[in-house]
């Protein structure tokens, strides 16, 4: 342990609890083992208790935290060794020390963390010497403490570390607690000349393949919205990867050793790089211990449960905009990017010092060298690091060359980047320097194979190059979002955007999202297209309306990135309209005219159209993998397919009897095998509504479905199809319409499991009632297995005749759906009443917490305030519930009474907080917001 108080704390323990047993054995004329446990853990509890105190009093940070509790461990194992070799078993003849290993060897521990021991021989150990171990061990073990243990001798040792590259880290660390010192400087001795025989540069390659292995598991990106604080990227092993290949190296106890070293390009560290070190150390093992004592386990991952808690214990509040969650997440993440930077800027340093400078290129071509750049390792490379500083657009130019030239860029070029980013704010409206860098956004127009712009926006946004040039960029580096949906920060969703827009040009997504595929490739704004993907979140945690405020930033940046006049404008618009597909596809009943003249009064021309729906699943696909299905691409192809029609001069929205007419007469062909008589019965069924609801198959299937049912006076019909291609299960229903027959049949659903994502309901001629539902398992996967098909055809059924209590059965589902976790995340309802978006119908827009039997609660509230519900669109955001219900009154006509309409909203927002009465608690601070929200438009 490096720490001279550390030292001082530890002595004073072992002292402590030696003076405690000294004392007892005065007293009792020995000390027995149950006595002798009963004061360490006394001493244990006491110590343990006091450091919790004081680390949550703010008087120890983490680090110190840290330091002072593997103190107090080395006094308890010390007095133990004390104790086990004289009272338990004395007298044992071997040369023994008791040596710490790993991180408790470096000398830092966490509340509920591994103590690794190494029981050091100098020969094979005696049958005494081993009792003496095992003695100790199960006493650690009876105080509650997690041990992990090796008895070695030194040849022992030294044979297993050359063998295994783990153990060999683990040793790297060691330092001796107690007993034979000499023993341990002897063999610490001879192992450290053993590193320095063997290769540092194979050392390090086993290491990062280690690295390489743990990120894939636990998410290459630093900006996981719930990250792992000792295993992620960006995360403590990272900063311990880079101590382990420092120490290998040059035998040293602390990385800041470095400060006073110099690699073959420099200093290995700089004073600003070691406080970074310092600072992102402090603050990930100050969350690390906060996160074991909420906790109360060896909790490394900081889930949505966990972070407004540890992020309140650290003192982050609302400030302005911002939740205090927020952030907190915001500096983690921040933390994790400097920690990434720390590993490009030294690793490249220590990796040389092993191998040695890098094989420059005997012979480079005119082009290169001319350019300021040499190979190096096959690898490309300034010619003069330090004129990097003076000419920041070689740092642009460098990623531009590696790009057409399909080269690497060297970690040391990488390292000169970060060291130089602040000066690339000189660049911001340099005309060259813009045109680069729109150039590697974008990649060249009309090439063959375009590059991925995302490659370059990633090392852009981890060198901090991106936040130089575009100010407004740094706003959203590290924010996030405190909900369920968004898996990246912002930064990294956006980036992620353009990787797909990347995948949508080169034909990957082609089955996912065939149209957008189709017209990628001929949009005239490619410029405009990628501009707007990577500002359309922009302005997200500014407070208001993000897409507003961020096409207002657009028409400020574009003109700075060379973007002309026009390509700005169009940039505003996308960015002000990006969720107007998504919202309207989702949230709006796309069969009503009404809903596509209102888009086609706001998008205008056929190439915004195209430009509209490319950034609309460029956006979603970002979000999360499991934001996409095949049932919202239906959605989207659809809603583009009828807007794009009108734009293009087509059939006009308003001409619904020809629509109509022709639907009819495609059902018509279909049943060519009944009568006359019968065709014209069923075609007298249907309203318009109904005929413009669904597509010839369809109303095959629901004619002979309802003709088999007048024929075998059957009183309820129950028909499901599965649809492969929209990934979802569609559940036709035929019964005498009533009032609640929808808010039943919603509630039979759910008590299967079954997750309902859209929702017709038609009244037909003959008093009938077809309702019609598109359903999903709750992992958003295909509702198909046979007997789950069955009990769901059996459970509607019985909730219809009255013999399912539908109320009892829904109370009692498990929110197991969500997890503790999901429950931290507050969602305030809110209900939004429209009677300008349709018509005809009156259109309400309810949101609050997914959980079970929510539609069947809410639909049930409406159908009791005298409400006939038409149609309903349900989505599901993380653990955010949006459903749309369109609905008329008993007259078939829109609800304009405000009393009405206030019964209505208060009903709504009852059935929305029913379910709540199981929820946690929100903070004091959510409380403050989480007042029901009633707004009408």
Not at 321 to 333: A, I, K
Not at 388 to 411: T, W, Y
Not at 581 to 604: E, G, H, N, Y
Request: aromatic letters at 6%.
């Amino acid at each position: 342990m490096s720490n001279p108080a550390a030292l001082s704390l530890s002595k004073a323990q072992a002292t402590s609890l030696t003076d405690a047993l000294a004392e007892l054995a005065a007293e009792e004329g020995g000390v027995a083992r149950d006595a002798a446990l009963a004061v360490f853990r006394r001493h244990l509890a006491r110590m343990q208790h006091q450091l919790q105190n004081a680390f949550e009093r703010d008087e120890l940070s983490g680090l110190a935290a840290a330091e002072a509790l593997a103190g107090h461990m080395d006094g308890v194992i010390t007095a133990l060794m004390l104790y086990a070799t004289t009272d338990a078993v004395p007298d044992a003849p071997d040369r023994i020390a008791v040596v710490a290993t790993g991180g408790y060897g470096r000398g830092y521990l966490a509340p509920f963390s591994d103590i690794d021991l190494l029981f050091l021989t100098e020969a094979a150990p005696s049958d005494r010497t081993l009792s003496a171990v095992e003695f100790m061990l199960y006493f650690l073990w009876d105080l509650g403490l997690k041990v992990g243990h090796a008895t070695r001798s030194v040849a022992e040792c030294l044979t297993e570390a050359q063998a295994d590259a783990t153990i060999r880290t683990a040793l790297l660390d060691s330092r001796c607690l107690v007993g034979e010192q000499a023993l341990f400087t002897d063999f610490r001795r001879e192992f450290r000349q053993q590193c320095a025989a063997s290769s540092a540069a194979e050392f390090i390659r086993v290491k990062q393949a280690e690295r390489l292995a743990r990120h894939r598991r636990y998410g290459d990106s630093p900006f996981l919205v719930e990250p792992n604080v000792k295993e992620g990227r960006g995360a403590l092993r990272d900063l311990h990867f880079l101590h382990w290949v420092a120490n290998y190296i040059f035998d040293i106890d602390d990385v800041q050793d470095l400060l006073t070293k110099d690699g073959p390009f420099g200093p290995m560290l700089t004073l600003r790089e070691a406080r970074h070190y310092n600072r992102a150390a402090d603050f990930l093992w100050t969350v690390r211990f906060h996160l074991h004592y909420v906790a109360g386990r060896p909790e490394e991952r900081l889930t949505f449960d966990l972070q407004p808690i540890v992020g309140a214990r650290m003192g982050y509040t609302r400030h302005g905009v911002q939740d205090g969650v927020e952030r907190f997440m915001r500096h983690y993440f921040l933390t994790a990017r400097d920690v990434a930077r720390l590993s490009h800027v030294l690793e490249p340093e220590l990796v040389r010092v092993a191998q040695g400078s890098p094989a420059i290129a005997p012979s480079t071509d005119e082009a290169l060298v001319q350019a300021g750049f040499v190979l190096a390792d096959g690898q490309l490379l300034f010619a003069d690091g330090d004129g990097v500083a003076q000419h920041p657009i070689l740092m642009l130019r460098l990623m531009q060359c590696a790009r057409d030239r399909h080269l690497r860029i060297h970690p040391l070029a990488l390292r000169a980047m970060i060291r130089n980013e602040r000066v690339t704010i000189s660049l911001r409206r340099d005309p060259e320097a813009m045109k680069i860098f729109m150039d590697l956004l974008c990649g060249k127009d009309g090439e063959t194979e375009r590059s991925d712009g995302a490659r370059w926006m990633t090392l852009m946004n981890e060198t901090g190059i991106l936040s130089r040039l575009v100010p407004d960029w740094a706003r959203i580096v590290g924010q996030m979002q405190f909900d369920t949906y968004h898996v990246f920060t912002v930064d990294e969703h956006t980036i992620e955007a353009l990787r797909v827009v990347a995948a949508l040009e080169r034909g990957d997504l082609s089955e996912a999202a065939p149209i957008a595929s189709s017209i990628v490739d001929h949009l005239q704004s490619r410029r405009a297209l990628y501009t707007a993907v990577m500002l359309h979140d922009i302005a997200k945690g500014r407070g208001g309306d993000h897409s507003v405020l961020g096409a207002e930033i657009a028409l400020a940046v574009g003109p700075g990135l060379g973007l002309s006049g026009e390509e700005t404008e169009m940039v505003s618009w996308l960015v002000l309209h990006h969720l107007l597909l998504s919202q309207t596809a989702f949230k709006r009943d796309i069969d009503d005219p009404k809903t596509i003249l209102d888009l086609v009064d706001t998008i205008q021309s056929p190439e915004r159209l195209k430009l509209l729906l490319v950034l609309t699943v460029a956006d979603m696909r970002a979000v999360s993998p499991k934001v996409w299905n095949g049932w919202k691409a239906t959605l989207l192809r659809e809603l583009y397919t009828r807007v794009a029609e009108v734009l293009a001069g087509g059939l006009a929205t308003t001409e619904r009897d020809v629509r109509v007419a022709r639907a009819k007469e495609a059902a018509a062909e279909r049943l060519h095998d009944w009568t006359a008589e019968d065709i014209d019965a069923f075609l007298d069924l249907g309203y318009p509504a109904y005929w413009l609801s669904f597509d010839p198959s369809t109303h095959e299937r629901h004619g002979r479905m309802i003709r088999e049912a007048r024929h075998s006076h059957a009183p309820l019909s129950v028909q499901t199809e599965v649809l492969h291609s929209r990934a979802v299960t569609e559940v036709t229903v035929y019964a005498a319409d009533h009032a609640g027959l929808f808010s039943r049949i919603a509630g039979a659903l759910a008590i299967a499991g079954a997750s309902i994502v859209d929702a017709r309901i038609h009244t037909l001629t003959n008093g009938m009632a077809l309702d019609t539902f598109w359903i999903q398992d709750a992992a958003g996967g295909i509702f198909a297995a046979p007997q789950r098909l069955a009990r769901l055809s059996v459970l509607i059924e019985q909730a219809l005749s009255g013999r399912l209590r539908l109320a009892s059965e829904i109370s009692g589902l498990s929110d197991a759906l969500l997890g503790q976790r999901m429950r931290a995340i507050h969602v305030p309802p809110r209900v939004v009443i429209d009677n300008h978006a349709s018509n005809t119908h009156t259109v309400i827009e309810v949101n609050g917490r997914d959980r079970p039997g929510l539609l069947h609660d809410v639909t049930a509230a409406i159908t009791d305030q005298g409400m006939q519900i038409a149609s309903a669109h349900v989505s599901t955001y993380g653990v955010r519930a949006i459903d749309v219900f369109y609905v008329k009154d008993v007259f078939g006509l829109k609800i304009q009474n405000e009393r009405k309409l206030e019964g209505l909203r208060q009903a709504i927002l009852a059935a929305l907080t029913s379910g709540d009465a199981t929820m946690p608690e929100p903070d004091s601070e959510a409380a403050g917001r989480g007042r029901p929200k009633v707004d009408a438009a």
